[in-house]
C-alpha cells in the first residue's frame, strides 16, 4: 500500500515517537550522514497525521540535502516526488525528466513518472508510463497495484 493510502492512524505512535527522539537526538549532532538523512526523511512523514498533511518544504529540504550526500538516479526520483508536492506536478514532472534514461529499467521510475502524469491530467502519457513499469515490475503486490492502475486509466 502506498504511503499516500494508509491510515496513519492505523499507526503505532509511541514507536514513532520513540524513533523520532532518536532522529532529532542526532539532528543536534550536525554531521549528517546518508542514513540520518534518510531516516529524518521516514520521521518527517511519520509526523504526518495524513499525506496532505505533510511537511513537504522539510522533505524537499532533506532529499536536497540527501542529493548531496549521494547524488544518485534514484534520490533524485524521490526528491522529484517531494519537488511536485510542494511546488506543483509541473515542477515534479520536470525535476523528474533530469534523471529520465537514467531509471529506464527500473520500475519504480516508470510508476512515479505515470502517477505523475496521471494527477496532470494526461493520461494516455500515464498509461505508457504505466505499461512500462508493468514489463519490468517483478514483485506481485507491486503488480496487481500497476494492473489497477493501468485498468483505471482506460
Do not use: C
Request: aromatic content about 6%.
Amino acid at each position: 500500500m502506498l504511503l499516500a493510502d494508509q491510515d496513519r492512524s492505523r499507526w503505532n505512535r509511541d514507536a514513532i515517537e520513540r524513533a523520532t527522539v532518536l532522529v532529532d537526538r542526532a539532528a543536534r549532532m550536525r554531521r549528517p550522514g546518508r542514513f540520518q538523512v534518510q531516516a529524518a526523511i521516514a520521521a518527517t512523514h511519520a509526523r504526518a497525521s495524513a499525506w496532505p498533511a505533510t511537511d513537504w518544504k522539510e522533505i524537499t529540504r532533506l532529499y536536497d540535502l540527501l542529493f548531496e550526500l549521494d547524488p544518485s538516479p534514484v534520490v533524485a526520483m524521490n526528491r522529484a516526488i517531494a519537488i511536485g508536492e510542494l511546488r506543483g506536478l509541473h515542477d515534479g514532472l520536470a525535476a523528474l525528466g533530469e534523471v529520465n534514461g537514467m531509471l529506464d529499467r527500473y520500475h519504480l521510475f516508470h510508476a512515479t513518472h505515470a502517477e505523475l502524469l496521471r494527477r496532470a491530467g494526461r493520461t494516455a502519457q500515464a498509461r505508457e508510463a504505466t505499461a512500462r513499469a508493468l514489463t519490468l515490475v517483478s514483485n506481485e503486490g507491486e503488480r496487481r497495484l500497476l494492473q489497477e492502475r493501468l485498468a483505471a486509466l482506460g
